[in-house]
């Protein structure tokens, strides 16, 4: 393994760049595409905390349109920040909602992870509830929650290190209150993922204030192992308690986007194993977490090299390379486009499960037009979530029934769910192509995904107009699993046209000539030159008709027509 990571660190930087000078580099269909929304200090959201309800409405909008936008650019995992320093976005138990979203004196009449997850759920994206684990903030933070502070609550848990206040890994009670609070939101809300940050210890850790907690508890270990050990027990203790309760929700980790020193490339004393104890790539050894969320914001020869590393030991769960899109502004590191691009290509020439981006603004502002390259060519068409197979890998059975229904410029899919049981959850893929049958190997064939209804209304031009008239529809479980396809053509079986009686709407259709109104018993009722929308003569009487569309061949497409005066 060596070998192949000091070969490849030598070239990849090269071959990166040319895949992306090149624009050969075919899109992805099963690809995590995941953004860190930071609420902390409001950094994506909210822009301001609210004061009134007015406030709270201009704080949904804002979300919907800062979704709208990830959406738009082609995002599948929303890593949402719920948990702050010792402060939430949702309705706890025993923590206090963040002064980031509402303004001293006012109560929230809204829940905001409720409500994001909502959202995101009705765009096709995942949430993963994203939770600060041991920081609880600076002497200031601390004071404005008062008596609800963890500090005020359980001060034996607490030291204060360097001006912050964090809670001690070593003390055996604290990875007991995060479980909770990780098993509070797993009971309470349907998110798709626990995503954990700064699960290790703060930085200048050779001085963090434990020392009589070891002393306690050490056991005989020297103080960085037991340091290991406490962070790796808390990762443990989570992921079990997740999986327990809903083993399809994915078990997630930000570490240091270093693990430890490489051979020939040095950390420069910032690494994940030795600065900060945080043993990440034995979480994967021992399978108790499901991805990695390595924080690689750095450029250059180290982010390929340290990139190897942590795949060559994933031991079959899936590393998402953190990229650092922040770092293209002008007052960070104002790294050129290249950088991202070379780094996203990487990724996928060397079989990472995606990309994540920190943060939500940095792609959304787009800086140095990084939105306008992921939305317009990388990440043009949708892509699934690689499964959790290690978990579950029975696909569920294909739906049903698939019909569709060619509308003034829609084209009206519909299906029933296969003969299962309804608590699977599950929801629906959509693609369409030029062939029969649908080949949905083809990311490029993916024009919708994650529905949550049997039914999907789909723009005639965004699904290729006449040239994809051929539809197939799959269902996909919480596990990532992907059914048999259900297959829909023209060929065999008329597709469904309506009208109100005095224009007909047709599907486009570049070769068609000639358009023919018939009724059941097979008597011509109209026939007219071609177009897609046509305003007719005389108008129809409700009730059925057959329409068929030839080219110059004469080769006819047969559609059923149904009438309907408004």
Request: glycine share 6%; aromatic share 12%; hydrophobic share 40%.
């Amino acid at each position: 393994m060596k070998t192949r990571r000091h070969h490849l660190h030598a070239w990849a930087f090269v071959a990166a760049f040319f895949l992306c000078v090149a624009g050969l580099q075919a899109q992805e269909k099963r690809e995590m595409r995941a953004v860190w929304l930071a609420t902390a200090y409001g950094l994506d959201w909210p822009s301001r905390p609210a004061r009134n309800t007015l406030d709270e409405k201009m704080q949904r909008e804002e979300l919907c349109r800062l979704l709208d936008g990830l959406q738009a650019c082609g995002i599948n995992t929303v890593l949402f920040q719920a948990r702050l320093r010792g402060d939430v976005l949702y309705a706890s138990s025993c923590e206090p909602v963040s002064r980031v979203a509402a303004a001293k004196g006012w109560k929230l009449r809204y829940d905001p992870l409720a409500f994001a997850l909502e959202e995101c759920h009705r765009r096709g994206m995942e949430l993963h509830a994203w939770l600060v684990m041991y920081p609880l903030g600076n002497d200031r933070h601390v004071r404005s929650l008062g008596q609800a502070s963890l500090v005020a609550r359980h001060p034996s848990w607490c030291r204060l290190h360097r001006g912050h206040w964090y809670l001690d890994p070593g003390e055996p009670a604290v990875a007991g209150y995060l479980s909770e609070r990780v098993d509070e939101i797993i009971g309470s809300y349907d998110v798709d993922g626990i995503h954990l940050d700064y699960v290790r210890y703060p930085d200048a850790a050779a001085s963090f204030p434990d020392r009589a907690t070891y002393r306690r508890h050490g056991k005989g270990e020297t103080l960085a192992d037991w340091r290991r050990g406490n962070v790796t027990a808390l990762v443990r203790t989570i992921y079990n308690k997740v999986k327990a309760r809903k083993p399809w929700v994915k078990v997630s980790a930000a570490p240091v986007g270093k693990y430890r020193d490489l051979p020939r490339c040095s950390s420069m004393g910032w690494n994940a194993y030795a600065a900060v104890c945080q043993d990440a790539q034995a979480w994967m050894k021992e399978g108790i977490v499901d991805l990695l969320f390595p924080m690689m914001y750095f450029d250059s020869a180290p982010f390929y090299a340290f990139a190897l590393d942590w795949q060559e030991q994933a031991c079959g769960r899936h590393v998402v390379p953190g990229i650092g899109a922040y770092q293209l502004l002008p007052s960070e590191k104002d790294w050129p486009l290249g950088s991202v691009e070379r780094q996203l290509c990487f990724t996928r020439s060397e079989g990472f499960a995606g990309q994540a981006y920190y943060r939500a603004r940095s792609l959304l502002d787009n800086p140095k037009r990084v939105f306008t390259m992921l939305a317009g060519d990388y990440y043009a068409v949708p892509a699934l979530i690689p499964p959790l197979s290690w978990q579950a890998s029975a696909p569920p059975l294909p739906p049903e029934g698939l019909e569709a229904a060619f509308l003034p410029g829609e084209i009206r899919l519909e299906w029933k769910p296969g003969r299962q049981d309804a608590s699977s959850m599950l929801r629906y893929n959509v693609y369409a192509a030029d062939g029969f049958p649908v080949d949905i190997s083809r990311a490029e064939n993916l024009v919708a995904a994650y529905l949550p209804q049997p039914s999907c209304t789909i723009n005639a031009w965004e699904a290729g107009g006449n040239a994809r008239r051929y539809f197939a529809v799959t269902a996909i479980d919480r596990y990532g699993n992907e059914s048999r396809p259900a297959q829909w053509s023209v060929e065999g079986r008329p597709a469904l046209l309506r009208s109100d009686g005095a224009t007909l709407h047709l599907p486009p259709d570049t070769d068609a000539c000639f358009v023919t109104v018939a009724d059941l018993p097979g008597r011509c009722v109209l026939s007219l030159p071609y177009a897609q929308q046509i305003l007719l003569p005389e108008r129809l009487a409700e009730g059925s008709y057959r329409v068929f569309i030839a080219d110059e061949k004469e080769t006819a497409t047969s559609y059923v027509l149904w009438v309907q005066s408004k």
